[in-house]
């Protein structure tokens, strides 16, 4: 490795190098103010850093959550800062550190921890797969109309102090019926209805259409257009519940006057409001990322925590290079499941990785077989791939 490097928890005095470390790797410089803002979102006692001699080389804090999954909820931790100072890089810190953290992860009894990546390269050697999507909408609001116009009698534009007491709890009713959906705490929502200046990205403070089934919250960005407005409506947040609320809410949306586009990364792959609208090619798509990496943990009990679309009864063997591989046995169904480790001969074989990627149904297990990422029976990988499909694709919601 070249260094002399130490791996702990960060100190509280320490945070301001921190802070710099993360500013530095990403391009900026975090202010008095912003400081203080970030500490609402990170605990200090959950800032690992590594350490060559007196300096801090690395940094990765966790943020303690809990993932939806098909019919439950397990326990997980979400990965934000992570960052090696330049003059470490391609020298082993973040494998140490990462490998340390997800050590401890595993002995807390974690079912998996999880983290959205700046670059894709990255995190797929240590054990993380794509768990689900995300992509970049743009709407032309001009030429879209709903199909059935919807009754939009329930829907408020809220300030976000008046939305401030209301929003949580419909994010919760959404995220707990979405794969993926990851829980925001108190000091989230404190954070992300700051409304900052520097949260802004040039546009407008927050605007808030709540319905009592839903809400998205979206910004503005004036295009005035030499006497021919086309402003930019940004949605920054997309939470409707029930169908009767999204319509509603796009109906609302589809009102603004002065608006000419309205885009968003928040709008699910699987999103039915093209299937509302008059022209079904008004909803653009114009690009598709990755969205969740997630990596399998404890894997009986992230296999054992969700429901199955058909019955299966299958042995998998999971190769883990950091927390040891293992075999074991899932039996599951529409009613719940079970998972448990067994010595019997293993029907289909795959990598930590792999199953990260599938374990919520986002990416198809056969896909995964015929790229050579999954061996066995035929007929398991078939029943097996049906099985991990979710009645929802997953989408996290909670950016972190």
């Not at 945070?15 to 500490?39: C, I, P």
């Not at 927050?206 to 930019?232: A, C, E, N, Q, T």
């Not at 035929?378 to 996290?396: E, N, Q, W, Y």
Request: glycine share 10%.
């Amino acid at each position: 490795m070249g260094v002399d490097l130490q791996i702990r928890r960060a100190r509280g005095e320490e945070f301001s190098a921190v802070a710099e470390l993360d500013g530095a790797n990403f391009g900026f410089h975090y202010n008095e103010q912003e400081l203080t803002d970030a500490r609402l979102d990170l605990d200090l006692d959950r800032i690992v850093v590594a350490v060559d001699g007196a300096r801090i080389v690395a940094v990765s804090a966790e943020l303690p959550m809990r993932m939806a999954v098909a019919g439950g909820d397990v326990p997980v931790i979400g990965l934000t800062w992570v960052s090696v100072e330049v003059t470490h890089r391609r020298r082993g810190v973040l494998r140490a550190m990462l490998e340390q953290q997800l050590r401890e992860h595993a002995a807390e009894g974690l079912a998996a921890t999880v983290l959205r990546a700046s670059e894709g390269g990255i995190y797929g050697r240590y054990g993380f797969g794509v768990a689900s999507h995300t992509r970049r909408t743009v709407i032309d609001r001009l030429r879209s109309r709903l199909a059935v116009p919807a009754d939009t009698g329930r829907v408020r534009r809220l300030s976000t102090d008046a939305a401030r007491a209301l929003l949580p709890d419909l994010y919760e009713r959404w995220r707990a019926s979405v794969p993926g959906g990851l829980t925001r705490g108190a000091d989230h929502w404190q954070l992300a209805l700051l409304d900052r200046d520097s949260q802004r990205n040039g546009m407008s403070g927050l605007f808030h259409l709540v319905h009592p089934d839903g809400y998205l919250s979206y910004r503005i960005k004036s295009d005035w257009g030499d006497g021919d407005p086309r402003h930019m409506c940004w949605l920054v947040d997309y939470a409707p519940v029930t169908a009767e609320a999204h319509a509603a809410l796009w109906q609302t949306l589809l009102n603004l006057d002065l608006v000419g586009s309205i885009e968003s990364y928040q709008i699910p792959l699987e999103d039915p409001l093209p299937l509302l609208l008059t022209d079904y090619r008004r909803v653009e798509t114009r690009h598709i990322g990755d969205g969740l990496w997630l990596r399998p943990l404890d894997v009986p009990a992230l296999l054992a925590g969700r429901n199955y679309g058909v019955e299966v009864e299958t042995v998998l063997q999971v190769y883990d290079p950091v927390l040891g591989d293992g075999r074991y046995r899932l039996r599951g169904g529409p009613d719940g499941a079970t998972c448990e480790r067994t010595d019997r001969t293993a029907d289909v074989a795959l990598g930590v990785d792999t199953l990260g990627a599938v374990a919520l149904g986002g990416t198809r297990l056969s896909q995964h077989a015929r790229a050579g990422r999954v061996v066995g029976s035929g007929a398991a990988i078939t029943r097996l791939d049906r099985a991990l499909l979710a009645d929802r694709l997953p989408f996290h919601g909670n950016n972190f």
